[in-house]
């Protein structure tokens, strides 16, 4: 209560304030003329970063649904921030995601409410209009409620709800507009091809051409994954489950649009030839993908996971030659183990040939990845974002390349041993650091056997923010 009665003092002294300022204009009898209407380009993208805050208006959780929360992240610039006018006539436009293909709107008039995406239509609560501010800002204003577009209770945390309020010109209902581009904009595409530790041993093709089936519910998943045969499995909606799904060789397992898997994961357990794409995880019991007991060729690209219970991804007993590429990973402790085991030498030694790149790191705690007995095992282009526990690690004798990273807000990015681990083997270089440590190295690695394009590290953060997750690709 205390902080609703502070908050409202507040808009009642800013709007006092403009008041004041209105009279001692009028008082010495000074004629400013009106600002002009701010004009936009709507062939071109935008990112709305808020003047009080410094935040960019964001599609939370880069949520396609209706009812999609949008908050306020730091800027990115990935599609889920980038925003184009669609002008409805009379001054008025919608604000539509670029990421989502949804339309920035408001439930109903009330100050406070939060602000969501829904599907394109008539409605005026998608309408907004932009006035002028100071410093070049706008503030857009609710054709339905004639409420401004603000940041709710001048937060400057990541997540703070972007709502409406009655219009007072306070900072944190001014946003730049930031214009990206045109219909093209200036950011690399994400890569859609296989490359690394996956090409190898034969390459890796999925189902191939085999039949498409398409799912919908746990059962039919389940019995999908098992099947024997090669199949290429389209996965639709939000699946439910628990436990693992044992997938057989030669499947590729491929998101629909906003396809989530809740509670349950993947695992492959002495079979081949399996690609995983544009899947979002969830809450999963164990891991949300198991690769073990000498499972090969492997491809995991371009899913998104969070909140589960173990990791996200683990390789281990002997398995070979598997890349892990584009996925992001958030709200998440344990990501990536590879190796299971000190005491697993014998079936992990010469194997366990890995590569890692164009992973988004988002404040994932430990395990990106934590890496036992392989060699060489090559992480390059990968985005660590305040990563607070460590970034990887190399342990038990492994050989680990860490090549081109860019590390953010990560106090330790990479070092020697862990826990009761021994040290393993580990070459750095051409890495990009920002408030960041200088890690530890140590040894030499293997070379690397196929060919790769290394990205300049300083670019990897744009790069990979802008592509890496379930979402971003169309399969």
Known sequence: MLAIVKRRLTRRLAALAAAAVALSAALVAVTVAPASAATVDT?????????????????????????????QFSRLDGNNQQFQFVDVGNGYYQLRNRHSGKVVTVPNSNDGVQVTQVTASSDTKQHWTLKDSAD????????????ALEVWQWSTADGGIVS?????DGTNQRWQLIRLGGTTPPTNPPQT???GWATQNGGTSGGGNAGTTTVTTASALTSALGSSSAAVIRVSGTINCSGMLRVRSNKTILGNAGATIVGCGFTINGDRNVII????????????????????????????????????????????????????VFSHDKTMLLGHSDDNASQDVGRL????????????????????????????????????GYG?????????LVEGNYFENTPDPYHLGEA???????????????????????????????????????NVKSIVTGGAGAGRISV
């Open 193 to 195: 091809g296989l490359v």
């Open 353 to 388: 040939r890995v590569t890692y790149h164009h992973n988004w790191f988002d404040g994932s705690n430990q395990r990106n990845p934590r890496v036992r007995f392989g060699n060489p095992v090559h992480v390059y282009n990968n985005y660590y974002g305040n990563v607070r």
């Open 392 to 400: 990887v690690a190399s342990t038990m004798n492994a050989g680990v």
């Open 420 to 458: 009761s681990s021994g040290p393993g083997s580990l070459v750095a270089r051409n890495n990009h650091f920002v408030n960041s440590g200088g890690g530890q190295t140590g040894g030499s690695v293997a070379g690397i056997p196929y060919p790769y394009t290394l990205d300049t590290a300083s």
């Open 136 to 147: 070049g800002d706008v503030r857009f204003i609710n054709r339905h409620s004639k409420k």
């Open 277 to 328: 794409r544009n899947l979002t995880f969830r809450n999963w019991d164990d891991d949300a993908i198991n690769v073990e007991q000498s499972a090969t060729n492997i491809w995991i690209d371009h899913n998104t996971f969070s909140n589960g219970y173990d990791g996200a991804v683990d390789i281990k007993r002997g398995s070979d030659f598997v890349t892990v590429s584009w996925n992001r």
């Open 43 to 71: 062939s071109a993208y935008y990112v709305f970063v808020n003047r009080n805050s410094g935040k960019a208006m964001d599609l939370w959780n880069w949520s396609i649904a209706d009812g999609g929360e949008i908050r």
């Open 164 to 168: 409406q309020y009655a219009d007072l």
